[in-house]
């Protein structure tokens, strides 16, 4: 008997994802693995639509901005003078942004650089963006113990310590 995807198990898949205008966002090269039942390594409403399949089994799963990055949020677009920033920035670039207190903050991306001044935005490229998931599950086993303790896949395509 085929074994189902149900809460600790690791399953494998093979998928692409596009957004609602057909354009490829992600060609799937290297197979998906994850630690499912509730472990935060996929979206949930992707994890929830993939429970009880079996190897071979096809899905499409279309999640909507908030179901995957997020609705934009334009409060998260920051001009800054030049001056606060490297040399050599360039647009496309990424870092992480310290509050006062040190605490990491938010990744944010530099999207345009004009008269002195640097646009950085903190919103994830994909937000606003609906997301179509294409593929198929390739495995699925049986979580090991210390998979389990720790919350995700270890080996090949997982975690490593």
Known sequence: ??????????????????????????????????????????????EEALHGKKVGDRFQVKL?????????????????????????????????????????????RITDIAEGKVVVDGNHPLAGIALVFDGSVAEVRVASQEEITHGHVHGAGGHHH
Request: aromatic share 10%; proline share 4%; hydrophobic share 35%.
């Open 64 to 108: 909507q901005p908030e179901d995957a990055f997020g609705d934009y949020d334009e409060e998260l677009v920051l001009v800054e003078e030049v001056a606060q920033f490297p040399e050599n920035i360039e647009v496309g670039m990424s870092f992480e942004r310290v509050t006062d207190d040190g605490e990491e903050d938010m990744i944010y």
């Open 1 to 46: 008997m085929q074994m189902e995807i149900s809460k600790n198990t690791v399953v494998t898949l093979k998928y692409t994802v596009h957004d609602a205008d057909g354009n490829m966002v992600d060609d799937g090269e290297n197979p998906l693995i994850y630690l499912h039942g509730g472990y935060d390594g996929i979206f949930p409403a992707l």
